[in-house]
T-cell receptor, first 113, second 112 residues
């Protein structure tokens, strides 16, 4: 069965520090991978998605970047965090079966102080 | 571009039915989804409906789709305290190419 792992679960970082969030998927190959951010009390904002190794599409210009160094690994990064980067970050994957939609990771709560 | 809209809050009495509504703009939508998010957790797929269907029932959940009006609803029968969560409507269509577009979520609270 397919599983998605996302870590860390919580993170407190000072303004100006770097960020690296990792997401890995098991049990599937060539998945579409996604990073979403959810600000407190808000909906989901699609940040990046990837349909293959090294292929990254950015949805909104911002202080973040994404990379896909391996088929089942998706990394969200920042060189210098801003206060506005605080939020709940969710990784998701989607296979070829549309009826299953996305499968989400458990999320990372990032607080920038 | 594509857009999905939902009301932000819904409060119902325990044991009553909850109806969460959603409208979308992409006429090429193929699959429409309902997700549930409990506090501090990721999103869990509750159910989906293919665009050529009008209704889908799954235990306490009933999904109604009015494709002409681009309106989707989720009915939860006999609402329980464990149903308290944020419910997201989402749609996927040919024009959204590999992306699922989410609504802003409806926070369902249950009154005793």
């Amino acid at each position: 069965s397919q599983t998605i792992h996302q870590w860390p679960a919580t993170l407190v970082q000072p303004v100006g520090s770097p960020l690296s969030l990792e997401c890995t998927v098991e049990g599937t190959s060539n998945p579409n991978l996604y990073w979403y951010r959810q600000a407190a009390g808000r909906g989901l904002q699609l940040l990046f998605y990837s349909v293959g190794i090294g292929q990254i599409s950015s949805e909104v210009p911002q202080n973040l970047s994404a990379s896909r160094p391996q088929d089942r690994q998706f990394i969200l990064s920042s060189k210098k965090l801003l206060l506005s980067d605080s939020g709940f970050y969710l990784c998701a994957w989607k296979g070829t079966a549309h009826r299953y939609g996305y499968t989400f990771g458990s999320g990372t709560r990032l607080t920038v102080v | 571009g594509e857009d999905v809209e939902q009301s932000l809050f819904l409060s119902v009495r325990e044991g009553d039915s909850s109806v969460i509504n959603c409208t979308y703009t992409d006429s090429s939508s193929t699959y429409l989804y309902w997700y549930k998010q409990e506090p501090g957790a990721g999103l869990q797929l509750l159910t989906y409906i293919f665009s050529n269907m009008d209704m889908k029932q799954d235990q306490r959940l009933t999904v109604l789709l009015n494709k002409k009006d681009k309106h989707l609803s989720l009915r939860i029968a006999d609402t329980q305290t464990g149903d308290s969560a944020i419910y997201f409507c989402a749609e996927e269509g040919y024009s959204s190419a590999s992306k699922i577009i989410f609504g802003s979520g409806t926070r369902l609270s249950i009154r005793p």
